[in-house]
């Protein structure tokens, strides 16, 4: 497993730790399940609005019933 350092301050630091508390994790748990979530919630938002991008090009879209079948799903 892999291991990252980051410098923070004294101040964050207490903050970080009474977050991890309140939460009922380790530091390491609550920084790297935050950390994760934050970056996908990113990734996503900027993955979404490329697709809006790509849509606003061609304004065509189909029922989703017509995606279903498409996509072979039930």
Do not use: C, Q
């Amino acid at each position: 497993m892999a291991t990252i350092t980051v410098r923070v301050s004294d101040d964050e630091k207490k903050f970080f730790d009474e977050m991890a508390k309140l939460e009922g994790k380790s530091l390491s748990d609550l920084l790297r399940t935050a950390t994760l979530e934050s970056l996908e919630d990113s990734y996503d938002a900027h993955v979404g609005d490329l697709a809006y991008e790509e849509y606003l090009k061609n304004k065509k879209s189909a029922p989703l019933t017509e995606l279903l079948k498409k996509y072979e799903v039930d």
